[in-house]
């Protein structure tokens, strides 16, 4: 009983871009609208893929 912080392991990729949790049924992941993919913004991490140039969405949108 060593284990004071029994925090669950967070998905390895959590994105503010992210529509859907990763894992979700009929979601896939996509180039990110905001940056097209570069995963830069203005020079910065673009905060809406966190720099990976990719974000989680639902399929069948637009
Ligand atoms: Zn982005």
Redesign the pocket.
Known sequence: MTDTTSSPTPPDTSRP?DQVPPGTPGAGDNV?P??GGS?L?AGSA?P??AGS?H?TTPIGGG
Do not use: H, S, Y
Request: glycine share 28%.
């Open positions: 871009g990110c905001r940056c995963g913004l673009c809406e893929c140039g974000v």
